[in-house]
């Protein structure tokens, strides 16, 4: 059973970095094909694709946040973490992690999310 | 790259069939046969409805399919329910072998 589960920070200010971990279970981040992706959304608004890690260490970011995202993985600790730089209020969404399986690039199983607030 | 166009809201009575379309461009959804398409209750987790255009993970309702003509997709859901009732999202990998996603739509069973 793949089970993946977000942690953070609730609250961070403007400016400041973001840094979220994202724990799974049931499969392994170092099988071929395997590839862990970060989701995020807005309050009330849309799904947006943000940053996705192979197994291999292959990283593919969104083309706008591509200059502030860094996506890592642990693989012995079943972890992936993602920062996000120079954070600001339209950032505020809740981020999830998401599991892409060998056969097909969609998400196959997601995290609940976490929500991040950005406020001074 | 720019989101995939869905309706912002679809409507249905119970036991009819709606259908929600998702345009994107030759660089994505006509491009590729990798559109997925997602539900998402509020507050929980999105759940994987139909990958690779058409196929259905195990355990999902015959009742959900999807198709694709051109940078056209559509899902259709036949048999409305009451559990039916959520937002759905379109994702499409790219030409960039980034994705993206739609802006979602918004079902409501009448």
């Known amino acids: 059973q793949i089970t993946l589960k977000e942690s953070g920070p609730t609250l961070v200010k403007p400016t400041q970095t973001l840094t979220l971990t994202c724990t799974f279970s049931?499969?392994?981040?170092?099988?071929?094909?395997?590839?862990v992706g970060w989701i995020r959304q807005p309050p009330g608004k849309a799904l947006e694709w943000l940053a996705l890690?192979?197994?291999?260490?292959?990283?593919r970011y969104s083309p706008s946040l591509k200059s502030r995202l860094t996506i890592t993985k642990d693989t012995s600790k079943n972890q992936v973490v993602l920062t996000m730089t120079n954070m600001d209020p339209v950032d505020t969404a809740t981020y999830h992690c998401?599991?892409?399986?060998?056969?097909?690039?969609?998400?196959?199983?997601w995290g609940q999310g976490t929500l991040v607030t950005v406020s001074s | 790259q720019s989101a995939l166009t869905q309706p912002a809201s679809v409507s249905g009575s119970p036991g009819q069939s709606i259908t929600i379309s998702c345009t994107g461009t030759?660089?994505?959804?006509?491009?590729?046969?990798?559109v997925s398409w997602y539900q998402h209750h509020p507050g929980k987790a999105p759940k994987l409805m139909i990958y690779?255009?058409?196929d259905r993970p195990s355990g999902v309702s015959n009742r959900f399919s999807g198709s694709k003509s051109g940078n056209r997709a559509s899902l259709t859901i036949s048999g409305l329910q009451a559990e039916d009732e959520a937002d759905y999202y379109c994702s499409s990998y790219t030409s960039s072998n980034t994705w993206v996603f739609g802006g979602g739509t918004k079902l409501t069973v009448l």
């Open positions: 998401a599991h892409r399986g060998w056969s097909s690039p969609a998400f196959d199983f």
């Open positions: 049931g499969f392994s981040l170092s099988t071929t094909g395997v590839g």
């Open positions: 890690i192979y197994w291999d260490d292959d990283k």
């Open positions: 030759s660089s994505d959804v006509g491009g590729y046969n990798y």
């Open positions: 690779d255009v058409s």
